[in-house]
């Protein structure tokens, strides 16, 4: 079955500071990947996602990831964190089930708190 | 729009009692999925569905169950609440694809 792992439980960065979470994919195929945020107190939100060709994908809020098929990884990057960044950031792969359809599921990474200090 | 809305966002349960987590859509999107986060373990999967009158089983349903009677609403049941089922769960939903939106969120305590 398909997994993702992150690493990092918790990361603190100074504001202005460069950015890198990193995730790590269990996948048989190319995989679709995700990266969703979830501000304090609030629901999901996706952040970026990967299906397909260039490696290097840009997102909302000024994110940014790359997959490397090589390191079987999809880290996300910022090069300036704003205060507004902490949150708490999720990877995410497609839920399949043996030979069958998606419909959309996808499986959590553990998620990495990030912390930005003034 | 409202997006998904979920209500109660609050509630404490006594061992045994049973309660109804009530999620609705206003995006007209056919996927539904409800999740339970617990610390350090990420979101997992409980029920999902593909459309009215159609649901499935996800990572963890036992202790729960669903319908779907609409396009909109997606109820989650908590039959008999046991401690192992306290948790912050999720409901979301999709326009066939993977680019979920989620509501915000109901805290449930079982002591």
Known sequence: AQSVTQPDIHITVSEGASLELRCNYSYGATPYLFWYVQSPGQGLQLLLKYFSGDTLVQGIKGFEAEFKRSQSSFNLRKPSVHWSDAAEYFCAVPLNPAGGTSYGKLTFGQGTILTVHP | ?111
């Open chain 2, 1 to 111: 729009n409202a997006g998904v809305t979920q209500t109660p966002k609050f509630r404490i349960l006594k061992i045994g009692q049973s309660m109804t987590l009530q999620c609705t859509q206003d995006m007209n999107h056919n996927y539904m999925y409800w999740y339970r986060q617990d610390p350090g373990m990420g979101l997992k999967l409980i029920y999902y569905s593909v459309g009215a009158g159609i649901t499935d089983k996800g990572e963890v349903p036992n202790g729960y169950n669903v319908s779907r009677s609409t396009t909109e609403d997606f109820p989650l049941r908590l039959e008999l609440a046991a401690p192992s089922q306290t948790s912050v769960y999720f409901c979301a939903s999709s326009n066939r694809g993977y680019e979920q939106y989620f509501g915000p969120g109901t805290r449930l305590t079982v002591t």
